[in-house]
């Protein structure tokens, strides 16, 4: 039963208090007990305790909001940490195919300008055209990366802590693994306490590495990633270790080869993500680190990534 009205709820346990006491007392005195002061003492005893329950009661129930609400704050904080991650990330490749785009408009003017000099009106025009609808996708470009700039601003970013960034990233891939009901342990192991700045960055990598793990496992039992991070001299290493499907030898130079994907859904799509290519970008530009891998079919794959430990605590971000 539930109780929108916190008074009849009071009133319900006086209630069944007072002729609960009543019946007893009259099954003891066979109904010949009953006076005024019995009848007084008896709705006061029942007063009192139904006082107690109520408090207890109302006590109870506002630790489990309190905890209800600080379990959803969590896995909300935990989810935009996830979201901001992946879009800082994604605008900052944004930011680097503007280059290419510039380079497509220069070298479309320019064959406009040639066709128009060879009399070619047709290819000239269209060239132009070209040129024009490159620019305009330019312009429409970078008013997207500027609203998420915005919105994602680097002022709004705190940094974090190496445990804190691992509890984020392994708090969330459980909920993912619960969500596809897969039977994966993840095991932390983590000697290293630094400040990271460009958190966000090091999220994506992280996440990218065990999402990778947890589809090479997929709905094999007892599937296990090891998430390691320690001290190498002037670097970190992060190294992430599945017992999953495993990657063939003939696959492995090319799995950091840029648009390179295993995975797809239903309808054939290539899965949309960062990808290892632009994963080893993020090593390389930001942390002046590297990626290596190591696999075995049928056995499992680790990742290493190794980056200064400098440049991971330095708040500065590297534009390119």
């Known amino acids: 039963m539930v109780y929108h009205n916190d008074v009849a709820f009071f009133l319900t346990i006086i209630i069944c208090d007072y002729v609960a006491n009543l019946l007893e007392i009259g099954f003891l005195t066979k109904f010949h007990g009953y006076t005024m002061s019995v009848l007084a003492i008896v709705f006061t005893v029942a007063l009192v305790r139904a006082t107690i329950a109520s408090l207890i009661a109302f006590i109870i129930h506002y630790f489990q909001l309190l905890i209800v609400n600080s379990e959803e704050h969590e ?10 991650s992946a879009v800082k990330s994604e605008v900052y490749f944004m930011r680097k195919t503007i280059t290419d785009i510039e380079e497509v408009t220069k070298k ?105 793990g947890i589809d090479a496992i997929g709905s094999r039992r007892n599937g296990e990633i090891l998430i390691q991070v320690s001290h190498e001299g002037p670097d970190i290493c992060l190294a992430v270790t599945d017992n999953g499907s495993g990657i063939s030898r003939e696959m492995i130079p090319l799995i950091f080869k840029p648009g390179f994907s295993t995975k797809f859904d239903q309808s054939g799509d290539i899965y949309r993500g960062i990808g290892l290519s632009n994963v080893q970008t993020i090593v390389q530009e930001q942390f002046a680190g590297h990626i290596t891998v190591d696999s075995t079919p049928q056995v499992g794959t680790t990742f290493f990534v190794t980056m200064n430990k400098h440049q991971l605590t330095n708040s500065q971000e590297v534009t390119t």
Request: net charge negative; hydrophobic share 40%.
């Open 75 to 84: 896995r909300q904080y935990y989810h935009f940490i996830w979201v901001a």
């Open 108 to 212: 479309a003017y320019v064959l406009n300008e040639h066709l128009k000099k060879t009399g070619q009106d047709d290819e000239h025009k269209m060239a132009y055209a070209i040129a024009q609808h490159v620019h305009e996708i330019k312009h429409s470009y970078q008013d997207v990366i500027k609203g998420l700039g915005d919105y994602f601003n680097d002022q709004d970013n705190v940094p974090m802590q190496m445990d804190d960034i691992l509890r984020i990233v392994t708090s969330y891939t459980q909920m993912i693994i619960r969500s596809r009901h897969l039977s994966i342990n993840l095991v932390v192991h983590n000697t290293v306490d630094c400040t990271v700045p460009k958190h966000y960055y090091l999220v994506t990598i992280m996440s990218n590495l065990i999402l990778n």
